[in-house]
């Protein structure tokens, strides 16, 4: 099958917004039109940021869109919206009756299900009642609903990829991020989910496989399950990624020795392994303790199992015996790392001798040596961090679709901040673009 040639997404973004104005939003019985979407996007103001910083435009074609033009765009972590069905249609028919469903109750509706029960989130973070609170609610479900209504299709996605200025995207899921976070869950089970899902991920990116890539999922219940789905995704799926939560799994940390043959086969293979957190799992996680305060819950939850992880991996040992092993720690923020990699140096420095004898150098330089992390589009103190460890190790995400993006102007706000045009360059392409093996 040929493959699609890429058309630059920012040359694709303005052409779109500039026809904005002459044409009107329309919307049919089954679902909304391509224009729908684009005309949406345009009269979606970005909202004011926590730090009172808002991002301005000028139709039809911004300041920021002419900046735009002269990077390219490798988003680390975009997500996809499952279809509800997707483990009843393809997961093996032995496990058939045991697979979760989507709910669908509305246009951001993220949650799993089986017999009537939540899957693999605390029943508290299924509650219709409460997800259905607040401006936040409304506001996604009009910025979402033109995209549900067309069955988020890889087309839709391609088409959202234009209208922020994507170039190229590696796929995470939406529902899939919670599909394995329950407990002591069957092993042959959560391969089989896995298994699944990969499967379904595959047959979505072929509509353009040079812009959509694929991250695997992987099962952390039984190592050899995670090794033998690795290598699939790897040889027969061309994935260029895997994924894990961070959490701690079955009581084992990820320097266990359990966990030995994935970091080798991954290194083997030299792929990739991405931790990425999702609030309100079933697993132990940071932020539990806030029972139904999403706002607590979600705020520590994401950045302290990144750090929580990257321990294992900076002082747990594992990046000393596997110096070719490339991990990225994405969608928690990048602003902790200065912090967290000057408190291991302090604590290896004091106690590495008695606690750390394997390590042949400071955490810090396996994490400036092997290790990625990603920063949210208007996260200013990324300056800092960029002043700590420099430019090479930070990746550039939207996180589209969920909740916290700022599509459709993540690219802009992010092309906002202030540090030079050779960091955004790399942070916009290069690392990413290194992390995941991918032409510069």
Known sequence: MPRKPILRASSVRACVRSS?????????????????????????????????????THDPLTEVDMAHRNFKV???????IEPPDLWQRYID?????????????????????HDGKPWGRLAVNADRSVRRQGRNYALNQERWRPFAERGWTAKVQLEAMDIEGIDVAVVYPSRGLFALTINDMDPPLAAAVAHAYNDWLYE????????????GMISPFAVEDAVAETRRCVRQLGFRGLFLRPNEVNGRNWHDPYYEPLWAELEELEVPLGFHEGSGSQL????????????????YSHPVEQMLAVGSFCAGGILERHPRLRVAFLEGNCSWVPFLLWRMDEHWEWIGDVYARDLTMAPSEYFKRQC?????????????????????????????????????????????????????????????AAYYGLPA
């Open 20 to 56: 904005f104005q002459a044409v009107p939003y329309r919307k049919s019985g089954t679902g909304a039109s391509r224009v729908g979407i684009a005309r949406f996007c345009h009269e979606t103001p970005l909202t004011t940021t926590a730090r009172g910083r808002t991002v301005t």
């Open 74 to 80: 490798l988003d680390s972590d975009i997500h996809i």
């Open 93 to 113: 028919p032995a496990f058939k009756d045991r697979a979760p469903i989507g709910l669908t109750e509305d246009a951001g509706d993220l949650r799993l299900a």
């Open 204 to 215: 979505f990116c072929q509509e353009n496989p040079e812009r959509l890539i694929g991250a």
């Open 284 to 299: 132990r996680q940071v932020g539990e303790q806030f029972g139904a305060n999403t706002l607590l819950k979600h705020v």
């Open 372 to 432: 990625f992390v990603s920063v949210e589009c208007d996260e200013e103190p990324v300056k800092h961090v960029i002043d700590a460890i420099g430019d090479d190790r930070i990746v550039f995400s939207t996180d589209f679709p969920h909740g916290d993006s700022k599509f459709p102007r993540a690219v802009e706000s992010f092309l906002q901040l202030p540090i030079s045009d050779e960091s955004k360059r790399k942070i916009l392409w290069d690392n990413c």
